[in-house]
Every structure is written in structure tokens, then in C-alpha cells.
């Protein structure tokens, strides 16, 4: 019987862009594993896709059906509806502008693909305890842990520190 990977995740930002957060909970059959990390200057976006990347990244190994829980709607519909219009259309959006944060929607397109990863909305601070954890996690990282560079962001924008 096929075994299950239950991923919530959740990103933050304080001064949308400022400095940001992500907070993820893994379960697996036996355990749970918390991630988190802190960036100096992102966006609330960008630490969305981040805590769902470094979820998959690190189950990649494991031979199991995966469903993300996730409060963005943006990453929701982005994996799975916008990215094959996206892809499609050379990664363009319908305004003729090369999407945002292309990197890490090329980096989640590449570790979804050929996965049976189910991709589940839930709303934020609502009642389920793991994604308000994880809300708090990456708040915590954000304000506290804010060290990693998000080199693509901060390249992208010529951000000179």
C-alpha cells in the first residue's frame, strides 16, 4: 500500500518585501519534521514558493504520494493551473511580462513533475493547528533568523547591501 506525505507549509514577510520567513511541517508514517529558515530581503511570495521547495527537496527520496497544504492561493493555482500557460507561453504572463519569481517557479515545476503531489488550499489562521504552527514559524524566521541571502531576488532588483 502506497504510504502518504502530509507537507503544510507556510511563508512570511515583514514589509512586504522586507525581510521573510517559511515555516513547514513534513508527516511521514512514523514522524514529523519541522523546517524553517530566514531571509534577509524577500517577498511574502517568494517565501511561499521557498517552504514548498524545500519541502519537496527534502522527501524527493521517499517513494510516496505527497499532498501540500498550502494558504496561498498563488501557489495553489500557479502549480496547478497558471504554470502550463506559463510554460506554454515561454514563461510570460497574459500582460506580455515575464512572470515573477521565475526561478522558483521553474525550480517547483521541476520537482513536481512526475509526482503525485495533490495540491490542497486551506485557509490561513483558520483551524488547522499545522498551518497556523507553521504561520508562526515563519514569522519567527522572518524576525529572528533572518540571515540567508536571496541572491535571485536581491540580483533581480539590484539591490546592493
Known amino acids: 500500500m502506497q504510504e502518504y506525505i502530509y507537507i503544510f507549509t507556510d511563508g512570511a514577510c515583514i514589509n512586504n518585501p522586507g525581510k521573510g520567513g517559511y515555516g513547514v511541517i513534513i508527516k511521514l508514517k512514523y514522524k514529523s519534521i519541522i523546517l524553517g529558515g530566514g531571509y534577509r530581503l524577500t517577498t511574502n511570495n517568494r517565501m511561499e514558493l521557498i517552504s514548498i521547495i524545500k519541502s519537496l527537496q ?5 517513494n510516496s504520494n505527497i499532498i501540500v497544504y498550502t494558504d496561498s492561493v498563488y501557489v ?54 499545522e498551518n497556523n504552527y507553521c504561520d508562526k514559524l515563519a514569522y519567527y524566521m522572518a524576525n529572528y533568523k533572518s540571515y540567508l541571502v536571496d541572491i535571485n531576488y536581491e540580483n533581480e532588483n539590484n539591490i546592493i547591501c
Not at 527534502?58 to 521517499?62: E, I, K
Request: proline content about 2%.
Open 58 to 62: 527534502s522527501v524527493l527520496h521517499l
Open 76 to 129: 495553489q493555482q500557479g502549480i496547478t493551473k497558471w504554470i502550463y500557460v506559463w510554460k506554454k507561453n515561454n514563461w510570460f504572463n497574459s500582460k506580455n511580462k515575464i512572470i515573477k519569481n521565475l526561478d522558483l517557479w521553474k525550480r517547483l515545476f521541476f520537482l513536481q513533475c512526475n509526482r503525485p503531489i495533490k495540491w490542497i488550499w486551506i485557509k490561513g489562521h483558520s483551524i488547522c493547528k
